[in-house]
């Protein structure tokens, strides 16, 4: 699959990362070219192959208790926020 | 007392229990080595008053009685893990500055065993890469270079700093951690010791996520008996990480020295592609033959979706990577952008925070996760997976142990690989299978390429059968003689 650039645009807004336009034109090629690389898998026959979805193995996820454990110090969860204030984390206006 | 800053902490550790010294003597060696070698750019964060500190405390702590696993003995942390107050960079602008209001679990165990913080070494951004390149901080030389040829050659990647570091003795061991050879490939490029262990050993708890699916953190060090040492402290269940394994820790260190005696050692025999070096088979060879004469057992084994394991991993890991770098947003933490709206803020945040490197697998890993492509991709990535791990459990039902080369080519020069992303990936062809399979794989030194550089072989081992690959690594470490750090 070759990536035309408004692919490349969408793809870059769904990351939320700005991309100039003169960029667009490298980068469709750039990420096309790993594209073509990795196809090399479509010719392996996969199929009644289980996907891996866990390396642990068998193991099961833990459970444990559903009670609050940590918690109830918000100045150290604010300290490294660029923008704070009142308690809060302060982004650009989202609601008019 | 000659340059304590050359002992093996296994020298050390003697050393200090007979009070011959202190840690504050071997803390302010290494401080001073630090100091004149930065123009190795091994550290970004230099952390002498803490390390001191430290230190002091250590020493206090043994003449109480009470001594760690590592007590007072000086480390570097690679800029990966969470410091508390310590600032932690990922090696990214995007959170430079970032001081962690917590600790993480591999650290506080190295901590609660008596080490010490020297500071946080270099790494490439994210810890995507194979030579330390992609560091907002900068490249990282290789303390090593070619006989007769002054260029500067890269440690490998991403745990550059980490490798550096301990070869050039500015610590006594690093903690590094690897996605797909980011422990073994450098640990080769600046022959040192270096085990990758089974996913789930080590907690990630605190360690800036790449793709939680294969980061795994693990010990580098000079010797094979540090490495086991070390890793015995860092390793251990955690209930803050839900993959790491409610398994007890064996005492690692009793396996070096062990006899391998009947030991059935497999060679893939899809690890010879054609171009591979002379030199690479001549130290690969080398190495079987240690081991056959201390009583292994050769035999080969095959692994057929090999050839695959590079592509499979540059679907699995950038997937991964940009669900786990979504939270970097200019919000919670991190660097800022102004922006007309959240979005823009967001998109000029991550624009100018992240590099190169990072841009592109998030781009790549966020389209091979889109709609419409993510079975193509993505699931046929997670089936390639079952398929190499299965080659491994097949491998394994031969032999105990597989050795392998663990890099195709030894330390390259600074600047070169660069103009093609997958010249570079093609680094760690040889360590990138073992990590999709979750095993412990573990790099050492062997010996020397004709120009001078250190050549590394890889020991891989069954799931939490690190002691296998310690006893093997013991063997061929006696054969091979490779001292060479002491001389430097």
Redesign the interface.
Known sequence: ?S?DKA??QK?????????KDEELEP?AK??S???H??????E?N?EG?????????D?A??M?EDKVSDGG?PE??L?????TTNGF?L????VE | MSDVTRLTMTEALALLNKGEVTSVDLTKAHLAGMESARNLNAYITETPEKALAMAGESDKRRKAGQTGLLEGIPLAIKDLFCTEGVQTTAGSHILEG????YESSVTTNLWNQGAVMLGKANLDEFAMGSSNMTSYYGAVKNPWKRQGDDRDLVPGGSSGGSAAAVAACLAMGATGTDTGGSIRQPAAFCGIVGIKPT??RCSRFGIVAFAS??DQAGPMTRTVADAALMLKAMAGHD?KD??S??QSVPDFTKSVGASIKGLKVGVPKEYKPDGLSAEIIGAWDKGLAWLKEAGAEIVEVSLP?TK?AL??Y??VAPAEA?SNL?RY????????V???????????T??EG?GREV??R???G??VL?AG?YD??Y?????????I?SDFRQAFERADVLLTPTAPTPAFGLGENLD???TMYLNDVFTIPTSL??LPGLSLPVGLSSDGLPLGLQLIGR?FDEETVFKAAHVMETAAQFKRWEAR
């Open positions: 699959m990536l692919t490349v793809i870059a807004y769904l990351a939320r990362i700005e991309v980068l750039e990420l070219g790993i594209l690389w990795v196809e090399q898998l479509s392996v996969t192959v289980a996907p891996m979805t866990s390396v642990a193995g193991l996820l833990p444990r110090y150290k969860v300290q490294n926020g660029p923008e984390f982004v650009p206006k989202v | 970032f001081k962690p209001a996913y789930g699916s294969l209930p839900s993959t394994a409610p979706h695959y592509a499979t540059y679907i940009s979504a947003d200019g919000v919670r933490f991190g660097l800022r102004p922006g007309n709206s959240l979005d823009e803020m967001y998109m000029k991550r624009a992240f841009k592109r998030i781009l790549i966020t389209y889109s492509y193509a991709y699931a046929k990535a997670q089936k390639l997976r079952t398929l791990a093609d992303p997958i399979a979750g799931p």
